[in-house]
């Protein structure tokens, strides 16, 4: 049972462009009932900009939390928060948004949230959100828009997933490009409509931003990303998502007579033109209306309802087209591994033949800016590697593991480094094709082999890999067989080559 001093298991995980609105969240988590004693992971998914962490440093100096930052590269929220999560070595990851204030028993309440979900065996626990509104005057449209965080299902502003299932299902699907729909997505994915995600007892509150006159009609940008939640999840997405569709059929029939009125005024058809624009003037009309009725009605509000409710028909179909195009061949999302291991002769370093002597590894060429990507990417890294010269006398296992210790100097830390010093002729199940050492760095890591690569330069190590239910890449040498290349499912030029297939989602 958790104690009031025993430590969470979870790594919070907080995507941010910098906002002001970060610093405000990082002194709350400072100053919990509980003390934070868990990794706080910052992804800065600026795609420039001065360094996160001096900044949290200067404005927030003391705080006693263990921080990290980590680069995304402005790819957008869906893969700021999936490299958060790689980068995650704890059983669950706890997401908060950089513009929400969590009360200061949330640590204490998702302690007990967690116990229930691992008691429940549920893949998350979703955090109670509150939007605070102004109690002097009605809300208005952007502020009620915001108010529908509190009841909407499975938000990251406020949810923990447990990490080996996120991992199961290759994360946040990076084809959302906003903070919209990526986390009802994810939540479909993992069985969320199923009950399991349970409701939580946390509170964190939802400030409502600032926002200019046309930040309504931006959001229409979403309409496409509908589409392609109904290429993966089906025609009934929003039932299960408990995301209901909105005003969007009445917004193609304004936009329709929108778009026949100037056809009709064009090709001198007065009749079929005053028709069409008083069609499009009712639906425009009636739309704004239902934005101003329940808001403070000042001129400044009207004036904004006004502008944009005739400019959102407009977008929306054409948003929700574009989304019909762009995601109707759309297939599930596989995201990155969450494990690769390396083969360490021929593959990382040239292969001296049962090489004893650290001042003889080379690496070779680009290996470390390969490693390094995938490092940054979160991706955890090993080696696997036959050494019978152990069982010939050759070398000793002391100068094997001095040898493995120099490639990780050139080449960077590796999570798991696995040797099998037997001979061709021992039988045991750890020399490679056998997947026994596949399997041993995925049950240390915790890691599905389904969701593990192994790269090497002979069939061995592609046989392994199958095996142990992992993906082979083959890195042919001049030493690697020509019929073993023409088996091989995969294979790449080189070890970077490898390395761009697997970013790029081929693997």
């Known amino acids: 049972m958790t104690g009031r001093h025993a ?60 921080l990290r930052v980590v680069r995304a590269g402005g790819g957008g929220p869906a893969r700021a928060r999936n490299i958060g999560w790689r980068h995650a070595r704890t059983t669950w990851v706890s997401f908060l948004d950089d513009d929400v204030l969590p009360e200061r028993d949330w640590h204490e309440h998702l302690r007990v949230d967690l116990e229930l979900a691992d008691a429940r065996e549920a893949v998350g626990s979703e955090g109670r959100i509150r939007v605070p509104l102004p109690t002097d005057r009605r ?31 290759g994360g946040f699907d990076e ?44 959001q229409q940008a979403g309409n496409a990303d509908d589409y392609l939640m109904r290429a993966v999840h089906g025609p009934d997405w929003h039932v299960r998502a408990e995301a209901p569709l909105g005003r969007r059929p009445r917004h193609v029939a304004i936009a329709a007579a929108g778009v026949a009125a100037i056809g009709a005024l064009l090709g001198g058809r007065r009749r079929t033109a005053v028709a069409a624009v008083a069609a499009w003037a ?70 001296v033949p049962y090489n004893g ?17 995938l490092r940054a990417l979160g991706v955890r890294l090993g080696v ?18 001095a040898v493995n210790a120099r490639v990780a100097e050139l080449l960077g830390p590796f999570e798991v480094v696995l040797l099998c010093p037997h001979g061709p002729d021992d039988g045991c199940g750890c020399r490679k094709p056998a997947p026994g050492m596949v399997k041993q760095a995925c049950a240390e890591l915790d890691v599905d082999p389904a969701r593990t690569v192994l790269v090497g330069d002979i069939e061995a190590d592609v046989q392994a890999a199958e ?35 697997i970013v790029g989602g081929r693997w």
Do not use: C, K
């Not at 639906?283 to 000042?298: K, N, S």
């Open 282 to 351: 009712v639906g425009t009309a009636d739309f704004a209306w239902a934005r101003i009725a329940p808001g403070p009605r000042d001129a400044a509000e009207v004036r904004r309802m006004l502008l944009t409710s005739a400019a959102i028909p407009f977008a929306a179909t054409w948003h929700s087209a574009r989304g019909i195009v762009r995601h109707r061949h759309a297939g599930p999302w596989r995201g990155l591994p969450d494990l690769v291991l390396l083969d360490r002769d021929g593959t990382l370093v040239h292969d």
């Open 467 to 501: 095996a142990a239910g992992a993906v082979g890449v083959l890195v042919p040498t001049p030493v690697t067989r020509a019929e073993e290349v023409a088996r091989a499912a995969r294979v790449e030029r080189s070890l970077p080559a490898a390395v761009d297939a």
């Open 139 to 169: 809300p208005t449209d952007w502020e009620r828009g915001t108010a529908g965080l509190e009841t909407a299902r499975w938000i990251t502003a406020d949810l923990t997933y447990r990490r080996r299932d996120l991992a199961a299902v």
């Open 175 to 218: 084809r959302f490009p906003r903070a919209f729909r990526e986390d009802a997505d994810l939540a479909l994915r993992l069985g969320a409509d199923r009950g399991r995600v349970l409701d939580g007892s946390r509170l964190t509150v939802h400030p409502v931003r600032p926002a200019d006159d046309l930040a309504s009609l931006r």
């Open 357 to 373: 002597d650290p001042a003889l590894v080379r690496p070779v060429d680009g290996a470390r800016e390969a490693l390094d990507r």
């Open 384 to 401: 696997v590697t036959n050494q019978s010269g152990i069982a010939r006398g050759l070398v000793t296992r002391e100068q094997v593991e």
């Open 7 to 66: 430590r969470t298991d979870t790594t919070v995980v907080v995507p941010t462009v910098g906002r002001p609105s970060l610093l405000v969240l990082l002194q709350r988590l400072s100053e919990q009932t509980v003390p934070l004693d868990v990794p706080v992971v910052l992804v800065d998914d600026r795609r420039e900009g001065p360094d996160l962490a001096g900044l949290v440093r200067r404005g927030l100096p003391g705080h006693g939390l263990d």
